[in-house]
């Protein structure tokens, strides 16, 4: 039985400035969810807006009000506290689904635990060792090679790049130079229109593993026509909120690949959904990131152990962001592997005093 939900928002520096063409985040804040059972039970999930809307509408404080004053009264008036139970109650609320991920993450985490499981074992996955990759995202070429030497230094095996236009060619050139065996891949967060499709075409020679997201993040028509106009696999990310976004994808030929983000569609059950649809439908599928903290990456972690997680996602150390994690032992990559733990839930103990550290404001709901 459920007994109280603590939202703490949370503040934490990067260590190094995170470079987009929309935004440069160098602080993030986000919202922890701490689900306590009657019997001292805790589930942990992460709510993982930005502070301004620049990759999804939502924020820290639209998601922190979505939770307190709708999704969690709503919640207590259908007495739905088990992650089976959520569907019927977050179908009645549009959108949010950052802030429904949080919760809904957090009551996954309770209920592997009450039943004793890992979390990945609970929702489903096959393999305990799941495949790393770290995003590069610097405002200079000389940055970015920077960062790739060290990051392969530390073993990851394929890196992910931020590319806009004027960003692109010639800065992919100069990485594909130096290193011409690393995978990689291009994220353009839709920087592109289809009136730029030649610079798009442009980048077929490196033989990139895909490049996400190029066009607006409404557009499965024109994602559809760029695909037919580029060698390289296109991989949509914004795109792709509901079950539904990624079955019009599919029929309209618009993408190879998804990457799902557990924020993005809304918790574990509906990226389970689309993960199922991607396999029947030979599309491919990885695990993508937000620069979270560490509860968020462990449930990145036991996601990713599903069977159709086949493509290295954006499953990086704690370490690759931050000075001192929420989580204890913080999550580390050898050989370009993190190896998905076998304690109960999401397998990692709180550091409270690290989350105390980082909290800047507290609310306590009673069930
Ligand atoms: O577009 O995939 C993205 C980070 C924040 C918001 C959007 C994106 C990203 C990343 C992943 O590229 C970074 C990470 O490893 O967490
Ligand atoms: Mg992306």
């Known amino acids: 039985m459920l007994k109280q939900i603590n939202l703490y928002v ?27 059972s009657e019997d001292g039970v805790k589930g942990y999930g992460e709510t993982v807006a930005f502070s301004t809307p620049w990759y999804t509408e939502e924020t820290v404080q639209t998601s922190l009000h979505m939770l307190k004053d709708v ?12 992650p089976g139970r959520l569907s019927s109650v977050f179908e009645k609320i549009r959108g949010n689904h950052m802030a429904k991920a ?38 200079s070429v000389e940055q970015a090679e920077r960062q790739i030497e060290e990051y392969v230094n530390e073993g990851y095996e394929r890196v992910k790049i931020k590319i806009s236009p004027g960003k692109d060619f010639a800065f992919i050139k100069q990485i594909k130079e130096r290193y011409p065996d690393l995978p990689l891949m291009a994220d353009a967060n839709s920087a592109y229109s289809l009136e730029e499709v030649e610079a798009i075409q442009a980048l077929d020679p490196f033989g990139l593993m895909m490049i996400e997201q190029p066009l607006a993040v409404d557009d499965l028509v024109d994602h559809s026509i760029l695909q037919k ?11 792709i909120s509901t079950f539904h976004d990624a079955e019009s994808a599919i029929k309209l030929g618009s993408c190879q690949v ?12 509906p990226a389970k959904r689309i993960h199922d ?15 979270e903290f560490g509860i968020s990456r462990a449930h990145n972690i036991a996601l990713s152990t599903l069977e159709g997680f086949t493509i290295p996602g954006d499953l990086s150390s704690s370490s690759r962001f931050w000075e001192e994690d929420i989580i204890d032992p913080q999550i580390e990559v050898k050989n370009g592997r993190i190896q998905a733990p076998m304690k109960s839930g999401i397998g990692f103990e709180i550091n409270e005093k690290r989350l105390k550290e980082v909290t800047i404001h507290k609310e306590e709901i009673k069930w």
């Open 102 to 139: 949080g919760i809904e993450t957090a009551l996954w985490d309770l209920e592997a635990k009450e039943n004793g499981e890992p979390l990945w074992k609970w929702i489903g996955g096959v393999r305990r060792e799941v495949k790393a990759g770290v995003v590069v995202a610097a405002n």
């Open 229 to 239: 106009q580029i060698q390289t696999p296109v991989c949509l990310d914004e795109s």
């Open 10 to 36: 949370i503040e934490m520096p990067l260590k190094n400035p995170f470079y987009t063409h929309l935004e440069v985040v160098n602080n993030r804040k986000g919202i922890i969810v701490e689900a306590l």
């Open 71 to 82: 999704i969690i009264p709503l919640m207590k008036k259908e007495k739905a506290s088990t």
């Open 277 to 291: 649809l991607c396999l029947a439908n030979g599309i491919d599928v990885w695990c993508g990131g937000m620069i």
């Open 258 to 269: 998804i990457n799902i983000k557990i924020g993005r569609v809304g918790g574990i059950h």
